[in-house]
């Protein structure tokens, strides 16, 4: 039980770390521009991905999680939105912040030092953030479906290993 917990947990911190470069990736360049929502970035399918409960949708659903189950994720889903909304706003404002240090005349590493250390302790909230939201999601599935999750999981870090 221990191992199965331990698994889910570095599962969800690898996932979020990826999560939070492809977000760093998408938006370093970008701007003053606004989102594209068109385009495929720090989502799955399009989508803005974890808040909006597309990512454990599609992670739930070989698990076959019955309706009260589902209604149980949604809530759990929706009271998270707005924290990991203003969370990705802070990311993207970091990173405009940063984009812009390292355009200015008058470079300032001191300023960049900072300007880093923010958006690093940014991201380590929107990790736990993340982890907890799985987590209260994973003591809604029943015992069962937590093995099968464990057991897909694995299956998931086996390809990645294969790709290495």
């Not at 404002?93 to 008058?106: C, G, I, P, V």
């Amino acid at each position: 039980m221990i191992r199965t917990r331990k698994l889910l947990v570095s599962s969800a911190i690898l996932a979020s770390a990826l999560l939070a470069l492809n977000i760093a990736a998408s938006h370093a360049d970008s701007g003053d521009q606004k989102c594209d929502k068109s385009k495929k970035h720090a989502s799955f399918d399009g989508r803005h991905g974890f808040s909006e409960g597309r990512f454990l949708e599609h992670k739930l659903r070989p698990l076959n999680l019955s309706a009260e189950q589902q209604a149980q994720v949604k809530q759990i889903v929706e009271k998270q939105k707005p924290v990991f909304a203003e969370k990705r706003q802070a990311v993207h404002d970091s990173y405009k912040a940063l984009a812009a240090a390292s355009r200015s005349e008058s470079y300032d590493e001191k300023n960049v030092q900072q300007l880093a250390g923010q958006q690093a302790k940014i991201q380590a909230d929107l990790i736990v953030l993340r982890t907890n939201t799985i987590h209260e999601v994973y003591k809604v599935l029943t015992p069962e479906q937590q093995q099968k999750w464990a057991e897909y999981q694995s299956k998931v870090k086996a390809r990645r290993a294969d790709k290495a």
